[in-house]
């Protein structure tokens, strides 16, 4: 689905715990920390920056108020 702007994104690591954080821009894409820089990716398999592993590990997406 859809990934609302501002939205927190957490993915699991190889233990099963969260490992990553990411932040929803909207669509299916989001922003995700990967030193030494900030990678765009998306969830969306015919997007260019789409990252099959960090959506194999999507755990949830949450909204803040």
Do not use: M, Y
Not at 4 to 9: I, S
Not at 12 to 22: A, D, K, R, S, Y
Not at 43 to 62: H, K, Q, T, Y
């Amino acid at each position: 689905g859809e990934v609302p702007p501002g939205a927190v994104l957490v993915f699991l690591g190889e233990t099963g715990l969260p490992e990553t954080v990411g932040l929803g821009l909207g669509g299916r894409r989001f922003l995700i920390a990967a030193p030494p820089e900030v990678q765009v990716c998306s969830l969306n398999p015919e997007d260019p920056v789409f990252d099959r592993g960090l959506a194999e590990r999507l755990a949830f997406v949450r909204t803040l108020p």
